[in-house]
């Protein structure tokens, strides 16, 4: 099965030789699955030509946030929306959870409620998963067809599905701590020090990251029948 990871943005320069960049780091994710990928950086404004040139496509964080004039969000709410309609599966992570649900009618916000980093308790109809995270926006408003799936007391749309068609994820399953510690070290200016602090002292918790591959996995890979109709 292709999957085609649309990246959208990258991670930061000084972590990118040791870690990798967000592509690869999807890659590791779901290694051993049967997936093949193909990655196109959409950020850069490199587009797929068609809804079809993979069997499901997988959106991945970004430094930006949706609301943000980009030259490149527009295009890729299209594509978004022409996959959604075609029944090609879409998985978004992060900035993909969001950009999917603006895209389909949602709303996305910078939370008053401020930042989240480091690992956090989701309860996933009624499974606690502990997952690193790392956003202050979240989606305050879902789209009409999307399903709430997982919630946290501090983001309540932090998981969301969307029939047989998406599967979104605010949290980073495919951060492991080395990616946590290198975001605190050195993209953590604006973020308030005592979180920083309980998220450093939370970092041993063993962050479930295979149970989310393991439903990324069973999404993508779920019987359906694909529309052919657009492009």
């Excluded at 999917?100 to 008053?112: D, N, T, Y």
Aim: net charge negative; charged share 25%.
């Amino acid at each position: 099965m292709r999957i085609g990871i649309l990246k959208c943005g990258q991670s930061p320069e000084v972590l990118r030789g040791e870690l990798g960049d967000y592509d690869t780091m999807f890659e590791r994710l779901l290694a051993g699955r049967g997936f093949d990928f193909a990655t196109w950086h959409v950020e850069a404004m490199e587009f797929p030509a068609s809804v079809h040139e993979a069997d499901g496509w997988l959106l991945t964080g970004s430094r930006h946030g949706t609301y943000e004039e980009h030259a490149f969000i527009p295009p890729l709410e299209d594509f978004i929306r022409r996959a959604y309609a075609a029944g090609v599966p879409l998985v978004g992570i992060c900035f993909g959870h969001q950009i999917i649900a603006q895209a389909l009618g949602g709303r996305v916000e910078k939370f008053p409620g401020g930042w989240s980093i480091g690992p956090q308790d989701y309860d996933f109809d009624g499974e606690t998963v502990t997952l690193n995270a790392w956003h202050q926006d979240q989606v305050v408003e879902r789209p009409q067809d999307a399903r709430v799936v997982a919630s946290s007391g501090f983001c309540t749309n932090a998981a969301l599905v969307y029939g047989d068609r998406a599967f979104t994820v605010q949290a980073h399953p495919e951060f492991d701590d080395a990616m946590i510690h290198g975001l605190i070290e050195h993209r953590s200016d604006t973020v308030p020090s005592e979180l920083v602090a309980e998220a450093l002292t939370h970092m041993d918790d063993a962050a479930q990251s295979k149970l989310i591959a393991d439903r990324i996995e069973a999404f993508f890979k779920a019987p359906r029948t694909l529309a052919r109709g657009a492009a």
